[in-house]
């Protein structure tokens, strides 16, 4: 069964760089077969895809973000992050990992997800 | 790129059928077939519930499914039950090979 389990810190100062990791088990994100997915989700409010990325090296971002955000993966923790820099208030969220099929839609599964205040 | 639109509410009574529609553009909903649903409790991750426009994973029940004409997709949940009472997002692909969610729904069932 696989599993996502997202991890770090759970307060960022302003202006400073959020970064989270996504922990994987029971599959390998090097396979080729998945994208590795970040998703969040302000308090009471919808969900937004921030990106993914894939072991072929290939990326892309939610266009309102792009200038702000990386995702890699690091194949040998069979990790994968999220950066996002300069941030705001308005980036406190939870934050989602999730696993796509490369020739499908569904986001599955999900971590639980780790809420992200900003604030100093 | 902009939410796909969602009712912000639908209600019915258990055991009736609801619909949730899911409007976008021919750039994303109208021109792929990556359409998915997901469920959403109160501080839970979300579930899919249909992925593909209108296939349903093992485990969901048969009460959901999924469909799409032109730039909408639709969920229909028949035989309302009071655990359907949930938050739920359509997702799709885009043209930049990026994804867009729905503004999302909440069903109640009375």
């Known amino acids: 069964q696989v599993q996502l389990q997202e991890s770090g810190p759970g307060l960022v100062k302003p202006s400073q760089t959020l970064s989270l990791t996504c922990t994987v088990s029971?599959?390998?994100?090097?396979?080729?077969?998945?994208?590795w997915t970040w998703i969040r989700q302000p308090a009471g409010k919808g969900l937004e895809w921030i990106g993914r990325?894939?072991?072929?090296?290939?990326?892309s971002y939610n266009p309102s973000l792009r200038s702000r955000v990386t995702i890699l993966l690091d194949t040998s923790k069979n990790q994968f992050s999220l950066d996002v820099s300069s941030v705001t208030a308005a980036d406190t969220a939870v934050y989602y990992c999730a696993r796509e099929p490369f020739s499908s839609s569904p986001f599955d599964p999900w971590g639980q997800g780790i809420l992200v205040t900003v604030s100093s | 790129q902009s939410a796909l639109t969602q009712p912000a509410s639908v209600s019915g009574s258990p055991g009736q059928s609801i619909a949730i529609s899911c409007s976008g553009t021919?750039?994303?909903?109208?021109?792929?077939?990556?359409v998915s649903w997901y469920q959403q409790y109160p501080g839970k991750a979300p579930k899919v519930m249909i992925y593909d426009v209108s296939n349903r994973p093992s485990g969901v029940s048969s009460r959901f499914s999924g469909s799409k004409s032109g730039n909408t997709a639709s969920l229909t949940i028949s035989g309302l039950q009071a655990e359907d009472e949930a938050d739920y997002y359509c997702s799709s692909l885009t043209s930049r090979s990026t994804y867009v969610f729905g503004t999302g729904t909440k069903v109640t069932v009375l």
């Open positions: 021919s750039s994303d909903v109208g021109g792929y077939n990556y």
């Open positions: 990325t894939h072991s072929s090296g290939g990326s």
């Open positions: 029971g599959d390998s994100i090097s396979s080729g077969t998945y994208y």
